[in-house]
């Protein structure tokens, strides 16, 4: 039905904006912001001007780190804060689908996030004119798997935004799950031998490496785009599952 | 029309609202009153489809809350219990984000706009962030919320909650004044904010329908009694007590004396006026009437004889 899908998009749009506007309006984009910065600029001239290497994989795989707490905090609020003010009620009792109202409010951490990877672009061009053997090809695919990385971070902030009314157990435990599919690449050596595979395919470490090396496998972007889908679909059905309490 | 059938919630183990049945007729103003923990909010929540039923249902214009919620959504306005609203918005972003979900935008927008800022009297608003409103103020944009897409039904849950006694006259006129040509359904657990307003009013008490009618047809089917307050001087205790005997209707509730002055307290049945008997029974045995006041029972009474049977759940 191209209408029902018309205004699906619509509303996810204006889910979207008002979601973006309250990011601007509340301190809260501004902060993350700035402490990503600071601290991505801060990775980035230290191992620049100490180490003198002017390699892409250094900030490259420093962002994933600072994901851990840089995305929790911008996916906490979006559900659970509308829990606890009760504005969901309003929200919820308009005639608009649940689904239109996660991926609004995703779109909208996700847009904060490609501003915040707009602005290391800043470091990478510093690294261009410094440098003369800078990949562009490698520098695309590795914004690329930052991109993808975080979208399925985002995915499980929203999730847990969800399922709480409380922002902080929203950051923790969106901290801890995102913690652990990161870590899942350091620990496979203590994984008994049969179960390593599976290991090895959900951690994020195992795809993030191959895109970031500029090797587009279609297994990698399968493996993102369901893990977003995942987490964005539980969400959804826990919003629903409210009505049942 | 609303039907509401057999309807249940249940959080957990406590039992919110426990089988109730009615019908909303269209354009009519229904009062849903009940004291703290009734039920009512719980009730209005599924209405609006913000929560499921343990078991029932409701039906809207023919549209069902569970096979049809987003008919259901398009038909109401809603204003929830303690008007939550978004604090960091300005008033007129709110009203066009809540007008776009509902599909009016541009030249409809506009023209609603100007028809909510009429009604609700939030013109001088409009520009000011929600969080710096005055809490009369917040009722009149959330309410200005409920009516943007012009719906049939509107739904208010205490909408006079926490306004001061001005605020409150204006808020209670507004809802008549929607309520001429549209079907208003409103909570309070004040019996006369709701005799105030409503055509009808339906007394919610522990989850279950405790009364529905007029108010004339709750006094009517309220046994109720009316009480007669004398002052008399020079009566002496004898003819008092004969007074019963005198007219078999009426009950001595008490009494008291300064002096040569009684006070005495009567009661009878409402709906026979037995003060011309008292007087010229008065008057046969001597006394001198200082003051004779009747006190009839009140909707207060029903209202309150209703809901103090079992006790409020949270009282
Ligand atoms: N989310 C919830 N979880 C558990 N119990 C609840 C919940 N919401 C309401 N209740 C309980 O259900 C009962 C009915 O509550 P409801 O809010 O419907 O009453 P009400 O008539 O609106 O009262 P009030 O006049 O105080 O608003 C109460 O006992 C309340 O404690
Ligand atoms: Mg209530």
């Known amino acids: 039905m191209p209408e029902a899908f018309t205004i699906y998009l619509r509303q996810t749009i204006l889910i979207f904006r008002k979601e973006l506007a309250s990011y601007f309006d509340s301190a809260v984009a501004y902060i993350a912001l700035v402490v990503f910065l600071l601290i991505s600029g801060w990775f980035f001239s230290s191992s620049f001007f100490l180490i003198n290497e002017s390699d892409l994989r250094v900030l490259f795989s420093m962002i994933p780190i600072m994901y851990l707490f840089f995305i929790p905090a911008i996916t906490m609020g979006l559900l659970a804060r509308e829990k606890s003010a009760g504005t969901i009620e309003l929200l919820v009792t308009l005639p608009i689908a649940d689904g239109a109202v996660v991926l609004g409010k995703y779109l909208a951490a996700m847009a904060l996030l490609g501003v915040a990877l707009l602005f290391t672009l800043l470091h990478f061009i510093t690294l261009v004119f410094v440098s003369s053997n800078v990949d562009v090809g490698a520098l695309l695919s590795g914004y690329l798997g930052l991109l993808l990385v975080g979208g399925v971070y985002a995915a499980i902030g929203i999730f847990c935004s969800a399922i709480t009314d409380n922002q902080i157990t929203a950051f923790i435990g969106s901290f801890m799950l995102v913690f652990i599919l990161f870590v899942l690449s350091k620990v496979i050596i203590f994984v008994p031998g049969f179960m390593s595979a599976f290991v090895q395919y959900i951690s994020i470490d195992f795809h993030l490496t191959n895109i970031s090396r500029g090797v587009i496998d279609s297994r990698n972007l399968v493996y993102f785009g369901s893990m977003i889908f995942l987490f964005l679909t539980l969400a959804v059905r826990v919003l629903e599952m409210r009505k049942w309490r | ?315």
């Open chain 2, 1 to 315: 029309m609303i039907h509401v059938e057999n309807l249940t919630k249940d959080y957990g183990e406590i039992k919110a609202v426990k089988g109730i049945n009615f019908t909303v007729n269209d354009g009519e103003i229904l009062g849903f009153l009940g004291p703290n923990g009734a039920g009512k909010s719980t009730t209005l929540r599924i209405m609006t489809t913000f929560l499921a039923p343990t078991s029932g249902t409701v039906t809207l214009d023919g549209y069902s809350i569970h096979e049809h919620p987003t008919e259901v959504r398009r038909r109401i306005g809603y204003l929830p219990e303690l008007n939550p609203l978004y604090g960091d918005m300005v008033v007129h972003d709110l009203l066009k984000f809540v007008a776009g979900v509902r599909g009016i935008t541009g030249k409809a927008f506009k023209s609603a706009l100007g028809r909510v800022m009429g009604v609700c009297g939030i013109g001088e608003v409009m520009h000011r962030t929600v969080r710096e409103l005055s809490k009369g103020y917040k009722q009149r944009v959330g309410l200005a919320m409920a009516i943007i897409h012009d719906p049939e039904i509107l739904i208010l849950d205490e909408p006079s909650a926490g306004l001061d006694p001005n605020q409150i006259v204006e808020i209670r006129q507004l809802i008549k004044d929607l309520g001429k040509e549209k079907t208003v359904i409103l909570s309070s657990h004040i019996l006369q904010e709701v005799q105030a307003v409503a055509d009808r009013m339906i007394i919610l008490n522990n989850g279950e329908v405790v009364a529905d009618g007029t108010n004339a047809e709750l006094m009517a089917s309220f046994q109720g009694k009316a009480q007669l307050i004398m002052e008399v001087k020079n009566a002496s205790a004898a003819s008092i007590k004969a007074l019963p005997q005198k007219i078999p209707d009426i009950s001595i509730q008490g009494q008291s004396a300064h002096g040569n002055v009684r006070r005495v307290q009567l009661e009878y049945p409402t709906g026979h006026d037995l003060r011309e008997q008292v007087f010229k029974y008065a008057v046969e045995s001597g006394w001198t009437i200082l003051e004779m006041s009747r006190q009839q029972a009140q909707l207060e009474d029903v209202f309150r004889s209703l809901t103090l049977m079992e006790g409020g759940r949270d009282a």
